[in-house]
């Protein structure tokens, strides 16, 4: 049975005639919306220190409502839309996404309890759940293999920028109005954005770049299922990417709260400072990172889980030297490090899974992707962090969260160890 083109979708453009203007547009767009994306999931990491005040939450319950509550029916409906988006139109479930998370980001500023706040940032997940694996797909389908890693790697700005902006805005509205506020802002701000995606980005054919030149069969979920039990790299490098996501997801939600704490901040103050790591350190590692991969991977595919498995390891020691610091610049420049270490796994990692499998199932694989990273990475990691930082309260007092992001690092010498694993089996696995 074929695929059959959205009815509804603007008209199709094969990537091959698309004008290097309107693919540089699409890419822009995408990373606009993974901008927003990340804005939505990033805002409560400066919030959670008026929030904690005012509704009288502990780091635990923090944990939970920005980790758990998120990560639950985001990496859960993750599969199922991905399957929609496998068969239809991935720009119209986009478009929905980011109306449905917007509007459910914006909800957050009416919780006046946990509770109310836990079942809001349940709807943001739901929302999210839809916004990033068909934008893998999409990608795909506008650049060729040998673009794909510095293409996803563009993309991936969107964490960068989406986190500083969550982190900036939200910390400047806080302080200068309320936290409430912030919440409504991007949230309207974001279904401002809904309409245009719909109307200027385009729903390529599948499989152009990738020797197809007719529609792909629809492929069931047991039948990718089953292709990916014989990809061993595959499970590796979403275990790898979990691993680092427990330490990459739970630093950017806790750091400003460290730096709160520990350094004696404002609110405002510590926005703008991680900010700043997060946009300056984030932007620099995922290019590098993709660049890399692109330049190596060229001749041998195991550099897109060798070069990020590296920059793993060098990770640790930044991280527990700058946590450690006592002296404001001293941490912040030592920081810098390990957040552009941290996120180059991004272009080579999800450049690799695009690519063990058949474009016809790509969302789909990048959904169970997805699946293992965020369920792990944010479902677990947040809390964690927010449960050691309340275990070690008797003992270090308000420092507690100091000593729970150390011992948090060392998740990425685990991640790297998969990484390894999978660049001994991704040459045989990227062939077949």
Not at 133 to 155: E, K, M, N, T, V
Not at 265 to 291: D, H, M, P, R, T
């Amino acid at each position: 049975m074929s695929e059959r083109p959205d009815a509804s979708a603007a008209p199709f453009t094969r990537p091959a005639q698309a004008s290097q203007a309107y693919r540089a547009y699409v890419l822009a767009m995408l990373v606009l919306v993974y901008t927003f994306n990340f804005i939505d999931r990033q805002i409560v990491a400066i919030l959670a220190v008026p929030i904690k005040a005012e509704l009288h939450l502990s780091d635990s319950q923090l944990g939970l409502m920005g980790g758990l509550a998120f990560a639950l029916l985001y990496t859960t409906l993750g599969i199922p839309i991905a399957r929609l988006a496998d068969r239809g139109s991935r720009t119209w479930i986009m478009t929905g996404a980011l109306a449905l998370w917007s509007a459910m980001s914006a909800a957050c500023g009416l919780a006046h309890s946990f509770v109310q706040l836990f079942l809001a940032r349940l709807g943001v997940g739901i929302g999210e759940a839809g916004g990033v694996a068909p934008a893998y797909s999409l990608i795909c389908d506008f650049f060729p293999q040998h673009q794909r890693a510095r293409a996803l790697g563009a993309y991936s700005f969107g964490i960068p920028l989406g986190s500083a902006a969550g982190v900036i805005i939200g910390g400047v509205i806080a302080s200068q109005v309320s936290w409430r506020v912030a919440f409504f802002a991007v949230g309207l701000a974001g279904l401002l954005i809904a309409p245009l995606f719909r109307l200027t980005v385009r729903e390529p054919p599948r499989g152009a770049f990738d020797g197809s030149s007719a529609p792909p069969p629809q492929s069931s979920f047991v039948s990718v299922v089953r292709v990916l039990r014989r990809k061993r790299s595959f499970w590796a490098l979403a275990l790898g990417g979990a691993a680092s996501s427990m330490m990459g997801y739970g630093m950017f939600f806790w750091a400003p709260s460290f730096m709160v704490r520990s350094f004696a901040l404002g609110v405002l103050q510590a926005s703008l400072g991680f900010g700043a790591i997060v946009l300056i350190g984030g932007v620099i590692g995922i290019w590098l990172g993709g660049a890399a991969a692109d330049r190596f991977g060229g001749r041998r595919k195991a550099a897109y889980a060798l070069v990020p498995a590296i920059a793993f390891v060098a990770t640790t020691p930044f991280y527990v030297a700058g946590v450690l610091s006592t002296t404001l610049w001293i941490a912040v420049a030592l920081l810098l490090v390990p957040t552009a270490l941290g996120l180059a796994w991004l272009g080579p990692v999800l450049s690799a899974v695009q690519h063990i499998v058949p474009h016809n199932m790509r969302v789909t694989a990048s959904a169970i992707f997805l699946f293992i990273n965020n369920l792990i990475g944010i479902g677990l990691g947040l809390p964690l962090i927010g449960g050691l930082s309340d275990a070690m309260h008797v003992r270090f007092g308000s420092e507690s969260l100091r000593y729970a992001i150390v011992a948090g690092s060392g998740f990425y010498l685990i991640a790297a160890g998969f990484l390894w694993l999978a660049s001994r089996r991704l040459q045989a696995d990227w062939e077949a």
